[in-house]
């Protein structure tokens, strides 16, 4: 299974890929496209840079751009960024139930290598909608609800306005 970072680092590639390749993409707009916070985007995009994904250009401008072609990368190279060897220690005798795990999981994770190695970034890019294109449902900052209008309370604005308050609802 990918991970959420996996995926979210895949959809931050394909959002880089779909810009023009004379435009740089900054992280607060990846962040804006995958509706995430601006540092952990900062993180994603940080681990793509140190696996020679992305390279970064700096000053007004300035942002991220992919490093390599679009046809040469496939979606295995961006989730190996994000794969955590994970050795699972087991005790000094494994009990055969503990082998046929090991088994299934190695035969596992060599069939979701195998599918990623054969997907290439450029078919994702072909599929996925244009960034432009992605509507926002709520523009309102945090995704707040828009609160309902205020009803002016009926009451006096000072104690000095209270008599006459008072007459007006006795009339």
């Known amino acids: ?86 050795q699972a220690q087991h005790e000094t005798r494994p009990s055969s139930e503990t082998v046929a795990v090991d088994l299934l999981y190695e035969e596992y994770a060599r069939i979701e290598k195998n599918f990623l190695q054969s997907y290439s970034l450029s078919a994702l890019v072909s599929v996925a909608p244009a960034s432009s294109q992605v509507q926002k449902v709520n523009n309102l900052p945090f995704n707040f609800k828009p609160l309902p209008k205020g009803l002016m309370p009926v009451a006096p604005n000072s104690v000095f306005d209270l008599s006459k308050f008072m007459q007006l609802t006795h009339a």
């Not at 707009?29 to 140190?50: G, N, P």
Request: hydrophobic share 40%.
């Open 1 to 86: 299974m990918l991970s959420q970072r996996a995926h979210q680092g895949i959809l931050a590639m394909a959002h880089v890929a779909q810009t023009p390749s004379h435009r740089s993409v900054t992280v607060a707009s990846i962040a804006q496209f995958l509706e995430l916070s601006v540092s952990y985007t900062e993180s994603l995009v940080k681990v793509l840079k140190q696996n020679d994904l992305l390279q970064a250009s700096r000053g007004p401008g300035g942002g991220y751009q992919l490093k390599k072609d679009l046809q040469d990368l496939t979606a295995w190279d961006v989730v190996r960024c994000f794969e955590i060897d994970d």
